[in-house]
């Protein structure tokens, strides 16, 4: 598709990967909206790019519906979602606490369904539209202390295989997009420690590369799921 003049809704894009995507798309033409949860980080990143801030949390049904209303208001269609909000923890099965796993999935799975259903109404609607998933490695194996945050990339590798063979009949494009680390604030808020200055790993302009990439392909066709891994990272 053409980049230009496209418009798009970025979810968890005041920072990070979010951020990266929307300034990528930004800077090829396209109109860009982005959502958080953190007005002020909000704000200053959106006229820091140039895109329209919503202030929003996906995982309240309420936030979603008042989003895509500002977002129409403002822009008359949507043409491209990016679903990257999410967060995750380090915690030991027999250390799990209810309703950190609870609010994991609601951001991570329950926020992004709530979000892709809204705009795959539209989407059917307009017989057009683009829906990218930013997943994880997370979501295609285990490991140790990743209960809650690699269960819910599971389920958001799942969603993107079922809304797939949904929406296909109707020129909806559905892309999964699998980052292994990368460095963002995603780590201090899971809890555990990354060198920010690291020059062999992922950075967030790495994966908005790819988005950027995927969505430019002729509408005639797609890639599914692409997986990232940094070349030969140090730690």
Known sequence: ???????????????????AIAKSLVD???????TGRNEKRLRDAAAAIGAHPIKADVSKEADVTRTYR??????GHLDILVNNAAFGERRLLVDMDRAAFDAILQTNVVGMMLMSRDAAKHFVERKAGN??????????????NGTSYYASKFAVRGMTECWRAELRQHNVRVFLVNPSEVLTNFAATA??????????????????????????????????ELTVFATNPKD
């Open 28 to 34: 090829s033409g396209s109109r860009v909206a982005i």
């Open 191 to 224: 809890g555990f420690a990354q060198d920010d200055k690291n020059p062999t790993k992922l950075q967030s302009e790495d994966i908005a590369h790819i988005v950027k990439s995927v969505l430019e392909m002729n509408g005639r066709g797609f890639t599914t």
């Open 131 to 144: 829906i990218v998933n930013i997943g994880s490695t997370a979501g295609v194996r285990g490991a140790a």
């Open 70 to 75: 500002e977002f129409f208001d403002k822009f």
């Open 1 to 19: 598709m053409n980049l230009t003049n496209a418009t798009a809704l970025v979810t968890g894009g005041s920072s990070g990967i979010g951020l």
